[in-house]
Every structure is written in structure tokens, then in C-alpha cells.
């Protein structure tokens, strides 16, 4: 069963920082682009927050352009984020995506996975 297993998320002050991680685990074959986006309560929309190729291409939404960074150890199939000037509109539940390519049990198939989620609280 192919997974992703976010850590990291808490409660930190504007001004500080965290530093997210989200691993795969199982069974498969490669691990394509990897991302985090991050959805607000209540009923606000899903948002990208930064995404990864396995090359090391980035990209960013504006909201957190200067302020975050994304990266990835292919070796151990996992990437990071790591935040920095937080801010209260910052907080949310942050979750990790990737596409991965892996064996169904009778064709190998590419697909997005999802973490659980981890949450994030930036206090003013």
C-alpha cells in the first residue's frame, strides 16, 4: 500500500517557522512531482502552495513567494517545506500530494496520492 506520511505541523507565533515533512512509503517504482497545498476551515477552497518535480523545478503560489521553500530528497522519496515569516493567514490544514508510479497488481499505473494532512496554527 503506497502512502504518504505528513509530520510537522503546530502551533508557532507570526514571525516564526516550521518545517513540514511528508514521506513515501510502499511499494512502487518512482515518485514524480511532489507538492503541499494547504486548505483553510471552514468551506474555503483547496489551495497549491508550492509544488516539486523529481528534477528540482519549483513552483509557488504568490501568497508565499519569499517566505517558503519546497524541496525533496529523491533517495527517501520525500519532500519538505519549510516556512519561514508565518502569518495568522497562513494557518490551515497543509497537505502533501504526489504522483507516483506504481503496480495495480495487474499494470503499472501513475497516480496522485494524498497525505492525511497535518495542521498548521500561526498565532498573532
Known amino acids: 500500500q503506497v502512502q504518504l506520511v505528513e509530520s510537522g505541523g503546530g502551533l508557532v507565533q507570526a514571525g516564526g517557522s516550521l518545517r513540514l515533512s511528508c514521506a513515501v512509503s510502499g511499494s512502487l517504482f518512482s515518485v514524480n512531482f511532489m507538492g503541499w497545498h494547504r486548505q483553510a476551515p471552514p468551506g474555503k477552497e483547496r489551495e497549491l502552495v508550492a509544488t516539486i518535480t523529481s528534477g528540482g523545478s519549483t513552483n509557488y503560489a504568490d501568497s508565499v513567494k519569499g517566505r517558503f521553500t519546497v524541496s525533496r530528497d529523491n533517495a527517501k522519496n520525500t519532500v519538505y517545506l519549510e516556512m519561514n515569516g508565518l502569518k495568522p493567514e497562513d494557518t490551515a490544514v497543509y497537505l502533501c500530494?504526489?504522483?507516483?508510479?506504481?503496480?495495480?497488481?495487474?499494470?503499472?499505473?501513475?497516480?496522485?496520492?494524498w497525505g492525511q494532512g497535518t495542521l498548521v496554527t500561526v498565532s498573532s
Open positions: 500530494n504526489a504522483n507516483v508510479r506504481d503496480y495495480s497488481g495487474t499494470s503499472v499505473r501513475y497516480r496522485t496520492i
